[in-house]
């Protein structure tokens, strides 16, 4: 006794189980959503008073930070005007000192001098005392 299984029953057959697979994977899904959504509404009933609360309280929230945040536009403008006073004078410190760096270097050759001096006669003078 042979059977014969055509192939368009044989496909027809692996749609349908496919399709039976789906569908209960399809209601896994919606039982897992379902009990999401009510532990969300005991969550959302239970802080009710809260929500309410935020949510009331919001608009004044919002103008606080627009207002927090137009005094900060005004203090970096004052602040920036400040920096650029600060490198205006800086600028003005430097070619000053560019221009004046001749007299420094002499000024300090003259220090070194002086040291390479003292540190000589400081030599000699210890080595009078040894004799």
Do not use: C
Not at 5 to 24: K, P, Q, S
Not at 50 to 65: E, G, K
Not at 88 to 93: I, N, P, Y
């Amino acid at each position: 006794m042979d059977t014969t299984i055509r192939l368009g029953d044989l496909g027809l057959f692996l749609l349908g189980t496919a399709l039976f697979v789906l569908l209960i994977y399809a209601i896994m899904v919606l039982k897992n959503l379902y009990e999401t959504m009510k532990v969300v509404k005991n969550l959302v009933e239970d802080n009710r008073k809260s929500i309410d609360l935020v949510l009331n309280q919001a608009p004044s929230i919002a103008s606080n930070i627009e207002s927090i945040s137009e005094d900060i536009a005004h203090d970096v403008k004052a602040i920036q005007g400040t920096i650029d006073q600060i490198a205006g004078t800086s600028e003005v410190a430097a070619g000053a000192l560019a221009e004046n760096t001749d007299v420094l270097t002499s000024i300090i050759g003259v220090i070194q001098v002086i040291y390479v001096i003292k540190d000589f006669l400081g030599g000699l003078h210890k080595k009078r005392k040894w004799f």
